[in-house]
């Protein structure tokens, strides 16, 4: 079965600065990956959808890149603020055996200081 | 729109006692799916339906039923919780088949089996 991989510890970076956050799965490659987000006592929440053919993909201050040989996405968020503090899941389909439904990683949880 | 609604948002049970954790959606998906969420475990899939009539085991089923009799509605049934069944349920739905689909989630069911 299809293993994702997310940094379990905490991400603690200043305002400003670039966050980088990595996903890294087993097993077969999936046509696409997604990242959400999540707050404390909330659901996630959709960010962005990368294709297998797409290197990069970019959505105002977040880029995510996909690299199939190294079976890796990092997840990109330039300029921080506070209130990008929260959990990114990394999301990848279990294939039409389980109905393309997604699989999640752990999470990292990201806190961005003042 | 409301999107995707879960209730009740707490509940503590007893060891042995039934109940079932509601779901609806109002964007007219054909695919709804439940996960359930514990530390440092992600988001595991329990069941999941491809529309009113169809549903299918995900990867952690046992101990839980469900049914889909409309596309709206996709309730999870604990015949007999244990504690092992503590954690936070999340409901899930999407467009259409393909995982190029973003899922939109609710905010969770907190669940407490004593």
């Known amino acids: 079965s299809q293993k994702i991989e997310q940094n379990s510890e905490a991400l603690n970076i200043q305002e400003g600065k670039t966050a980088t956050l990595t996903c890294n799965y087993t097993n077969y490659s999936p046509a696409y990956l997604q990242w959400y987000r999540q707050d404390p006592g909330r659901g996630p929440v959709f960010l962005l959808l990368?294709?297998?053919?797409?290197k990069e993909k970019r959505k105002e201050r977040l880029k995510v890149t996909f690299d199939t040989t190294l079976k890796q996405s990092l997840f990109h968020i330039t300029a921080s603020q506070p209130a990008d503090s929260a959990t990114y899941l990394c999301?990848?389909?279990?294939?039409?055996?389980?109905?393309?439904?997604?699989?999640f990683g752990g999470g990292t949880r990201l806190m961005v200081k003042p | 729109n409301a999107g995707v609604t879960q209730t009740p948002k707490f509940q503590v049970l007893k060891t042995g006692q039934s109940m079932t954790l509601q779901c609806a959606q109002d964007?007219?998906?054909?695919?709804m799916s439940w996960y359930r969420q514990d530390p440092g475990m992600g988001l595991r899939l329990i069941h999941y339906?491809?529309?009113?009539?169809?549903?299918d085991q995900g990867e952690v089923p046992n101990g839980y039923n469900v049914s889909r009799s409309t596309t709206e509605d996709f309730p999870l049934r604990l015949l007999s919780a244990a504690p092992s069944q503590t954690s936070v349920y999340f409901c899930a739905s999407r467009q259409g088949a393909g995982s190029n689909q973003p899922q939109h989630f609710g905010d969770g069911t907190r669940l407490s089996i004593l």
């Open positions: 990368i294709r297998e053919n797409e």
């Open positions: 339906s491809v529309g009113a009539g169809i549903t």
């Open positions: 999301a990848l389909d279990m294939g039409p055996g389980a109905g393309n439904m997604l699989t």
């Open positions: 964007m007219n998906h054909e695919y």
